[in-house]
């Protein structure tokens, strides 16, 4: 069965400072790894997936099948990045997959 | 962009009534909708799937009588909780997935609680 792990439930950091939250997965099959982020207040929206290999919001991800690893970084963090951030991976194939979520990570950057 | 949305976006009731929460895709046609659990500062849990015209498809543990999920049309999946009670009080969410747009778009949720 596929697992997704966030080891962090709380990450601070100040303003300027580099962030990275961390995403362990395991899949048998081929991984397809996705970061949502959740704001205050607002609903869950795809921040990027690991197949775009794009740059958003000034975050990256890349995917480490070696070390079964999807940590999301940013090298200078802002007051507006504070939000829920949760790791997720697709498994069935991405016609007819369903999201595996991890348990999430509260990013709290301050001023 | 494709927009999801929810209703109610609050309900409070009382133990052992039933309750609907609709969700609806705006802008799209949903083949597949997906209903989440989610519990306070923690992580969203699957409870289901369901493809248009065919019964949802449930994980495991979670009750199909007790989660009653219907998805008649392309547009709307509907997710009743019946005999509702207290430890059923939670943030529902649902997620919709169309043929156009491959990646799921999510609901703003709904906040149950039951009394």
């Known amino acids: 069965a596929q697992r997704v792990t966030q080891p962090e439930k709380l990450l601070s950091v100040f303003k300027g400072a580099p962030v990275e939250l961390k995403c362990n997965y395991s899949?048998?099959?081929?991984?397809?790894l996705f970061w949502y982020v959740q704001y205050s207040r607002q609903r869950l929206q795809l921040l990027l997936r690991?197949?775009s290999r794009e740059s958003i919001k000034g975050f990256t991800a890349d995917l480490n099948k070696g070390e079964t690893s999807f940590h999301l970084k940013k090298p200078f963090a802002q007051e507006e990045d504070s939000a829920m951030y949760y790791c997720?991976?697709?498994?069935?194939?991405?016609?007819?997959?369903?999201?595996?979520f991890g348990q999430g990570t509260i990013l709290t950057v301050h001023p | 962009g494709a927009v999801v949305s929810q209703h109610p976006s609050r309900v409070i009731c009382k133990s052992g009534t039933s309750v609907k929460i609709e969700c609806r895709s705006l802008?799209?046609?949903?083949?597949?909708m997906f209903w989440y659990r989610q519990f306070p500062k923690q992580s969203l849990m699957l409870m289901a799937t369901?493809?248009?015209?065919?019964?949802?498809?449930?994980e495991q543990g979670v009750e199909k009588d007790k989660f009653l999920i219907n998805h008649a049309s392309l547009t709307l999946s509907t997710l009743t909780v019946t005999s509702a009670h207290p430890e059923d009080s939670s943030f529902y969410i649902c997620?919709?997935?169309?043929?156009?747009?491959?990646?799921?778009?999510f609901g703003p949720g709904t906040r149950l609680t039951v009394l």
């Open positions: 997620s919709a997935r169309g043929q156009t747009y491959n990646e799921q778009f």
């Open positions: 899949y048998s099959g081929s991984p397809e």
């Open positions: 690991h197949i």
């Open positions: 997720a991976l697709l498994s069935g194939g991405t016609s007819y997959g369903k999201l595996t």
């Open positions: 802008d799209f046609q949903a083949t597949t």
């Open positions: 369901s493809n248009e015209g065919s019964k949802a498809t449930y």
